[in-house]
């Protein structure tokens, strides 16, 4: 079953606005990490935040992470049409042993 | 190899008939993953290898599937008996000892049964 849900489900946007994308999960976790993927194929990690850690930054990239809500959210500043691609939160659920994706937000940048 | 590697890229198969996809991890890595990906879907988790601990098959959506891992590196992933509803990207991926380490994801064996 799917642990994360992420809204919103698809967004559009214009190149040099930010992105924001949000996911919502159901158990206490160990880290949470975000994923890219073109065209429906491999994925690529992004980032990963402990769950003692409540921001983390990587260039363009800033997450959150709220455990009192069970939630998380992924900012990309100033976008590009490039950004174009599915974003996909997958949580390391605490005692469990795999990680388990959500369903994934198709972001679309206009140049 | 520097990544995950998986074979076929592309397959098409008539329904009734088994297939087999293979996926070499990155060298080194224990944990190995199966998951199954339908158009324009999110990722459905099919079972999961960790050293040589007995895998989580949990995921597997029926007796048609089946997953083996010989030698704690290379895995095939068998369907037997296709159905169009099996139809999807099957996504292999490899960590370094488990889900608290990044992840790396193959480029998928795209099935399509007719």
């Known amino acids: 079953s799917q642990q994360g849900e992420e809204d919103p489900q698809a967004l559009s946007i214009q190149e040099g606005e930010n992105a924001t994308m949000n996911c919502s999960y159901k158990?206490?976790?160990?880290?949470l990490q975000w994923y890219r993927q073109n065209s429906g194929r491999g994925l690529v990690h992004l980032i990963l935040i402990r769950s003692n850690e409540r921001e983390k930054h990587s260039g363009r990239l800033r997450v959150t992470l709220d455990t009192s809500k069970k939630s998380s959210s992924l900012l990309i500043t100033a976008s590009r049409a490039a950004d174009t691609a599915s974003y996909f939160c997958a949580t390391d659920p605490a005692g469990g042993d795999k990680l388990i994706f959500g369903t994934g937000t198709r972001l679309q940048v206009f140049p | 190899g520097a990544g995950v590697s998986q074979s076929p890229s592309n397959k098409v198969t008539e329904k009734g008939k088994d297939v087999e996809l293979r996926c070499d991890p990155i060298s080194g890595h224990t944990a190995l993953y199966w998951y199954r990906q339908s158009l324009g879907q999110g990722l459905e988790f099919l079972i999961y290898?960790?050293?040589?601990?007995?895998?989580?098959k949990s995921g597997l959506p029926s007796d048609r599937f089946s997953a083996e891992r010989t030698g704690g590196s290379v895995s095939t992933l068998t369907i037997q008996r296709t159905q169009q509803e099996d139809s999807a990207v099957y996504l292999c991926a490899s960590s370094f000892r488990g889900p608290g380490n990044t992840i790396y994801f193959g480029e998928g064996s795209w099935l399509t049964v007719v």
């Open positions: 290898f960790q050293g040589n601990s007995a895998p989580d």
């Open positions: 158990t206490s976790i160990n880290n």
